[in-house]
């Protein structure tokens, strides 16, 4: 497998520890995967908090939140009805619960690599039926001075997109489930193309079909239809189980190049790409064949959920791309690549 991405030598840049937890009584277990923009001439990343309480022998317990504020849940580990073998997810007497809450948090950076949480912004938490398990893995887009926040709502419901955008980090509109389950990894291309909106996002499949990449389109960025699917995974590769897009494409002479992760039946993660024709996405002109990152940093492979490498945020900079992303499911890291080389590293289609 090849890996052509420059890691930061600071990595990780955030470690649970240095951060606050949202309310007494609960743990950061976990930073995940950073929504990533610039504003007011500092790099600010919108990170994924996952929060649960501590842990006490002989139970596993777990926050939900509820309409008068969170709850907590304690089960017995030696339950005959729990089933506790995924970190991530439990399931109990039939029904699954995240084993943490996850709230979006505003950190920012005037050099990209030491970061801070500034005074006078608000967390973004889950509000309402829908997100009764947290929001998570927010995609940040710019389009005409507004920022559009697509995250993944979690509830007993299920996994759907939700939208919330602001102009000022301060004030949100609330835009509800935008895309409803099964959904996640959704990103707003930064541009319209012959006047409409574009995004990416991710249905699941659990018979028929699988867990692919799919185009929609959008008069306002609002209400999305005429969903095509245009990425799928690739038996016995390193994508071969799941693919879903990471942050906004990023439009190049040669198209719109996207970088996206893929996981095989290991839940092994790594990062890859593909190109899109810039007057149609729906057409896919390229794409990598091996992945142009691989977990491969002891930071990487060991964590809360290990061999992960996992983006939805980046900064572009003339040739120079820097990619935030989540390592194991429990660090945020950094690392720069050359679109150039992402570009050489494509195989076109016949």
């Keep these: 497998m090849s890996d052509i991405a420059q890691r930061f030598i600071q990595n990780p840049i955030l470690c649970p520890k240095d951060l606050v937890p949202s309310t007494a009584g609960l743990e950061i277990a976990c930073l995940l995967n950073p929504g990533v923009f610039t504003f007011q001439n500092k790099i600010w990343l919108l990170v994924r908090v996952a929060e649960r309480p501590g842990q006490k022998q002989g139970l596993i317990s777990f926050p939900v939140l509820r309409k008068n504020g969170i709850e907590i849940i ?73 920022y559009y926040l697509t995250f993944t709502s979690v509830s007993a ?14 004030r949100f509109e609330k835009h509800g489930m ?34 692919y990449i799919w185009l929609a389109e959008s008069p306002d960025g609002i209400h999305w239809g005429k969903h095509k699917c245009i990425i799928k995974t690739r038996p016995n590769h390193w994508d071969s189980a799941r693919v879903g897009a990471g942050a906004a494409p990023i439009k190049t002479a040669e198209g719109w190049l996207e970088i996206y992760h893929g996981a095989n039946g290991k839940h092994q993660y790594c990062l890859g790409a593909f190109l899109m024709a810039l007057d149609d996405p729906s057409k896919v002109l390229a794409r990598t064949d091996e992945p142009i990152m691989v977990p491969t940093a002891d930071y990487e ?32 890291c950094g690392a720069k690549f050359s679109i150039k080389e992402i570009l050489e590293a494509l195989v076109f289609y016949h």
Excluded: M
């Design 301 to 332: 492979l060991h964590g809360f959920f290990g061999e992960v490498v996992f983006t939805n945020g980046h900064i572009v900079n003339g040739d120079e791309l820097t990619i935030y992303y989540g390592a194991a499911d429990e660090f945020v």
């Design 178 to 211: 935008i895309i409803p389950p099964h959904n996640k990894d959704c990103a707003i291309f930064e541009e319209r193309i012959n006047g409409k909106f574009y995004a990416l996002h991710r249905p699941s499949s659990v018979a028929l079909g699988g867990n």
């Design 157 to 170: 419901h299920g996994v759907g997109v939700g939208l919330r955008t602001t102009k000022d980090w301060k």
């Design 74 to 146: 304690e089960i017995a580990e030696a339950d005959p009805a729990l089933a506790d073998n995924d970190p991530r997810v439990i399931n109990y007497q039939g029904a699954d619960y995240l084993t943490t809450l996850s709230h979006l948090r505003l950190v920012c950076s005037d050099d990209g690599v030491h970061f801070y949480q500034p005074a006078g912004y608000p967390l973004l938490q889950g509000e309402g039926e829908d997100e009764t398990f947290g929001i998570e893995d927010c995609r940040v887009s710019l389009i005409d001075k507004t």
